[in-house]
């Protein structure tokens, strides 16, 4: 199985303008994300997918791959499809393609791998993963999307918590670690990323604003598995900070 990872990476960011280029330590935070996908060993090809010319010229700075996207994208999904286009007319072929977040710099080489491991399975067309939600919270955070899953197979995702607890209170459902929130690292079969970055919008995904409902509403299964592994997501200088602080901590 011939795999690529892509990192899509912009600089506007409403909460945080120019965040891909920040510092963490001594580089990017941009490049902390592509080199701990790149030393995980798990992928023919890492590449950065960028709207920017800033972001192009740092990551190639840095020695790693980058190529220009279009401005028109509203997500990451579109750029990752747009590298394996471009890479597929120069005679690169994947089976696989991971969509790797540019704000997650403590990605894990063990969630990398899991989300891989569902590929073994054939026939799997998306897979993502999920974590065991232990304080209320992130129940109650609409930042925080939760996820319900059966037989290993993501049912429906959410702003709101889910699933509805009518006979147990929050805290015993906490204990029974009932609510799991989705970690946001999608990998997709090559010829399914073809097909759902020409899907319309869906109502669902329009209440809720996740891309992932679009997919599930239109009959493509989504693969999950459970991580203990949480990495930290930088979305505000707040979130860098505090990752500043946890490099300092572990160095």
Known sequence: M???AVIPSRYASSRFPGKPLALL?????VMWVYQAVKDSGLFDKVVVATDDERIFKEVEKNNGVAMMTSPKHSCGTQRCEEVLQKLSSLGENYD?????QGDEPLISKEQLALVLSCFETEGVEIATLSKKIDNEK?????NVVKVVEANGRAL???RSPIPYTRDITLLQALEKKVFSKHIGIYAY???VLQKIVKLEKS???CLESLEQLRWLENGFEIRIKDTCFESIGVDTPEDLKRVNDLIKKNR
């Open 203 to 205: 109502n669902l995904e």
């Open 96 to 100: 696989v393609v991971v969509n790797v």
């Open 25 to 29: 330590s001594d580089k990017p935070m």
């Open 2 to 4: 011939k795999t690529i």
């Open 189 to 191: 079969r090559s010829d």
């Open 156 to 158: 429906y995702f959410s």
């Open 138 to 142: 992130d129940v109650t955070d609409a």
